[in-house]
């Protein structure tokens, strides 16, 4: 394997889990110097445990150059989520240490675009694995009450990451969008149906209103629809059961509709303001670090746009602007 010195690291290590060797940008990515790194425990050096420590060890090991996602914690300093290519580079088990974050700060459109793209591509084929062994245990018709409880918690999870999956490849897609004009209140209450499951768990209820005489909007609805899904369900995770989620619907300037979307929960602080759409900066995401990033990138490629201001009343009023 080779590294490039900037933004990575290349480490190896011995049989017992301890680093042999370590190279490249270390202090920025494992924040200390490579002089500290070697013959010390992997799990040390990578701000992990034991046990994930020996999976990584494994994969390495088999030399089909996986790839594996790890958050690391080093003391007091900031948590890093990285990203580790691992196999063997002579004869040794190796990694090419990589902190996502860090990568992604103030990178060009380019470079998050390519980056996404190759995460999600990484990620849909073992995500199938497990989607189809879940759906195979739940045909299973002896399963007792807790392990059907068990099996929907991870068809949920499931979910949850297919929508994360799908809103990375979203943010990847540069091509030009086949517009076509659709009724807003239609692409809405499709987009609810997509969360449906999720909504109803959480009984929180989307209740669109619509002014007289909207016209159509020009948009690719298969693009804009699993995109609207994930922000109406990051509001709806911060309501409380038996609540609804308002979004209004009524003409804009001429040639333009607008969709107002109310984050009662969603507080909007003046440090946030700069970075609401960045990707993986807003805590109003919810558990979606891109869900924001992602539809304003779909909305600004089909001609339209978003904003946020705080509300009168509190929380956070999404602003999308649709053309005609």
Known sequence: MTVHLLQAVQLSWSPNLRVTRAGGDCESVLRRPASEMVDRPLEVVLGTTAEKARVIDALAREDRRAVEFLPGTFGSQDPVQLRL??????????????????????????????????????LRNPLSSVKMA?????????????DQRRLT????????????????????????????????????????????PELAERQVEVRVTESAEVPRVRVEPGRLRPVLAQVLLNVAMGQAAGTQVP??????????????????????????????????????????????????????????????????????????????
């Not at 979910?159 to 517009?179: G, I």
């Not at 807003?282 to 539809?295: E, H, I, T, V």
């Open 134 to 146: 879940v759906q195979t245990l739940a045909r299973n018709t002896g399963l007792s009450e807790r």
């Open 153 to 196: 918690i991870a068809n949920r999870e499931v979910r949850t990451l297919e929508r994360m999956l799908w809103l990375l490849s979203e943010y990847a897609r540069d091509s030009t969008p086949t517009l076509e004009p659709h009724a807003v209140r239609t692409l809405l209450e499709e987009a609810a149906a997509v969360v449906a």
């Open 247 to 324: 979004v209004t619907i009524h003409p804009g300037p001429p040639g333009r509709v607008r969709v107002v979307l109310e984050d009662a929960a969603g507080t909007l602080s003046e440090e946030e303001r700069g970075s609401l759409f960045v990707p993986f900066e807003s805590s109003l995401a919810r558990g979606a670090g891109l869900s924001l990033a992602a539809l304003r990138r779909v909305m600004m490629h089909q001609g339209g746009d978003v904003s946020a201001e705080a509300g009168p009343h509190g929380g956070t009023v999404f602003t999308l602007t649709f053309t005609v």
């Open 85 to 122: 290519a691992l196999g063997l580079d002579a004869g040794e088990a190796s990694a090419v240490v990589v902190d996502l974050k860090a990568l992604l700060q103030d990178a060009p459109p380019v470079q998050l675009s390519g980056l996404a793209s190759q995460l999600s591509h990484e």
